[in-house]
């Protein structure tokens, strides 16, 4: 019996970060691939191999793409053709431009259409927004997933609607304020503007939301705009000020906000959901049957709303062996995030042994 490890990827650019893989190291991960005769399958093949021990293969991976980037159209659909490598694109639908256009990729290169230096570039950009940096990355348009889904190098699944989190806890920990903001994905659910309570934030699938009373926030609002707004944020003492307003809100009131029930959340995140799922088929016109946790976040809930939508198959982050037998609502993936090829070869031997990657998700919890 062996395990088939799923690859989880996000950028395939030139950025310096955790979740960025140049192409060149990308290609050289494909290279080796095919020259240990490793054969890419998709969410039904690895399903049914789990499931009933099914299939027609020696070795397998799943190369998979979270969130949906335009360097998965312009460098990881041509690398994986070139290789003869199929992959799964879990697409954020928010993310997705609304323009038609197909832009030059790599392919264009091959076939001498336009020099390498043309290519677009998919690295992230920065725009000032009142005075702090927003990190921009470029989308994919809708034409591209089409284009992309319909080749069978790529197949596009739900990664949701709009990748987003929620206030999980009732203790402010500060306000809404101009800040810095280096993440595409994550921002809150709800009231966000500037001098509304902010309190900690994990994933819309995984948790209760905490909603606060939109007087309050109307008030505290308010009082930002009638006191010179983003002037006010510069002043020493403007939470303190904030904070008073918060604290005979609550003297008069008892309370900030409430909790979501569990049904509540339920039929929130049903409609999350139902939104990704349906706006995805609509666009590419076809079924789809696998859905992957943004954050890797879920719970009991959660999984029976994606149940409930049609969903078979779920794909985590959690790091582990998928073997016959295995779950496939927990269906495991590791991080490719290292440009160091060694590195690269031992996590793909160590999930593809049921006993080391089972032993290692153990040592890792």
């Not at 020259?35 to 070795?59: N, V």
């Not at 348009?141 to 699944?157: A, H, N, P």
Request: hydrophobic residues 40%.
């Amino acid at each position: 019996m062996v395990s088939v490890p799923v690859l989880l990827y996000h950028h395939i650019n030139y950025d310096n970060d955790v979740l960025s893989i140049s192409p060149e190291v990308f290609e050289a991960q494909l290279k080796y691939l095919k020259q240990e005769g490793y054969t890419s399958i998709d969410d039904e093949e690895l399903a049914q191999y789990m499931m009933d021990g099914k299939k027609d293969w020696q070795k397998a991976v799943v190369i998979t793409f979270d969130d949906g980037y335009l360097d998965t159209w312009v460098w990881a659909y041509p690398l994986l053709k070139k290789y003869g490598f199929k992959a799964l694109l879990f697409l954020v639908t928010w993310n997705v431009e609304e323009e038609e256009s197909l832009g030059f990729n790599l392919d264009d290169v091959y076939s001498s259409n336009i020099p390498l230096e043309k290519l677009a570039k998919c690295e992230a950009q920065f725009a000032l927004v009142d005075g702090f940096r927003h990190k921009q990355e470029s989308k994919l348009c809708w034409s591209e997933v089409r284009f992309m889904d319909k080749s069978g190098i790529i197949k596009v699944l739900p990664h949701s609607k709009m990748h987003q989190k929620v206030y999980v806890s009732d203790k402010i920990i500060g306000f809404n304020r101009p800040k810095e903001k280096l993440s595409f994905f994550g921002d809150v659910a709800g009231d966000k503007r500037y001098g509304t309570l902010d309190f900690d934030k994990k994933s819309e699938y995984a948790y209760n939301q905490f909603i606060p009373d939109k007087d309050l926030n109307d008030m505290l609002h308010k009082h930002v705009l009638d006191n010179g707004y983003l002037e006010f944020f510069k002043k020493e003492n403007y939470m303190k000020k904030l904070t008073q307003i918060v604290d005979s809100y609550k003297k008069e009131n008892g309370k900030i906000g409430v909790f979501e029930t569990d049904n509540e959340r339920y039929l929130r995140v049903l409609g999350e959901l139902k939104l990704a799922k349906g706006e995805l088929e609509t666009e590419i016109r076809r079924k789809t049957y696998s859905f992957a946790w943004p954050w890797g976040a879920y719970d009991n809930i959660s999984i029976k709303v994606a149940q409930n939508v049609g969903f078979k198959y779920l794909f985590t982050t959690k790091i582990g062996a998928n073997v016959i037998g295995g779950n496939v609502l927990e269906i495991k993936r590791f991080r490719v995030w290292k440009s160091d090829l060694n590195w690269f070869k031992t996590r793909l031997q160590m999930y593809s042994s049921p006993i080391v990657a089972k032993i290692y998700s153990y040592l890792k919890k």
